[in-house]
């Protein structure tokens, strides 16, 4: 059997990770799987005999054409149809094991992370979720260390005020979600408005292909009646799923899949429901996505 060249097995071998960094910076499979050939493009011509950790070099080199890309998304989103909401990714129920390297790849935390500025959310991404040093985040952002310090800094604050209060344990999510799922699929008015915060959030992305709400719902009042009208898919239709590292609903309509629904829960009830229905946005969802760190 050919064995590969050392450049090609490098980055085989950190392929899963380099995805991972990629997608939690663009919240797009797609764009993430973009920056990977650019990547493996300029992989190829670099001389390994230069490289001191090459782990670490191709985390640069995806961070540093994963930021040139977030200006290209920038300007898609502005002109996007409707709530843009992170493309869904089915994953494998292990990766709740690393209850880190979960919630970054959560719905939420990714919704968090659309709030932060590019070189905010790379900076964050790279130190607190895959641990690198403050010269090597330097050299992927083109930043000082000193700089890379405060952004870093401002980042976590940032998103502190913006993360649920509390960690929320995999088994509160599917015991909310089987609640949610039960109430909908029966039209239960009262057991969805007793599972869902008062204040509550639903977002919804069709981006102009299919039919969804074009602003934030928000208040269980409105959620509520909305959701009912899944009862018209029939008991079954709502599949419990394991989408970006948390339990999830998958809405599956004469044999498609028609919506992922992922949801934020806190203090025992869904403050946060998101409904991706763009159909270019669901290809990750029939199969499973290695995500790690």
Known sequence: MNR???????????????FTVAYELLGSAADAEDVLQETWLKWVGVDLGTVRDRRAYLIRMVTRQALMRLRTLGRR???????????????????????????????AMLLVLETLTPAERAVFVLREVF????????????????????????????????????????AEIRDALDAFRRAAETGDLQGLLAVLAPDAVFLSDGGGVVEALLEPLVGAERIAPLATALSRFGA?????????????LVLRVDGGIDAVITVRVEGGLISGVYAVRNPEKLSRVYEETPVSR
């Open 4 to 18: 590969m060249d050392p450049a090609t097995e490098d980055f085989v071998a950190h392929r899963n990770l380099l």
């Open 77 to 107: 989103k502005e002109s996007y149809v409707g709530p843009w909401l992170p493309e869904p990714l089915l994953t494998t129920p292990d990766v709740a094991e690393d209850v880190e390297l979960a919630e970054s790849v959560s719905m």
């Open 131 to 170: 641990a690198l040093g403050y010269d090597e985040i330097a050299e992927a952002v083109d930043k000082s260390q000193a700089a890379v310090r405060q952004i870093a800094h401002r980042a976590r604050s940032h998103v502190a005020a913006r993360r649920p209060r509390a960690g929320v344990s995999q």
């Open 236 to 248: 079954g239709a709502l599949q419990p799923a394991h989408v970006n590292g948390h339990p999830a």
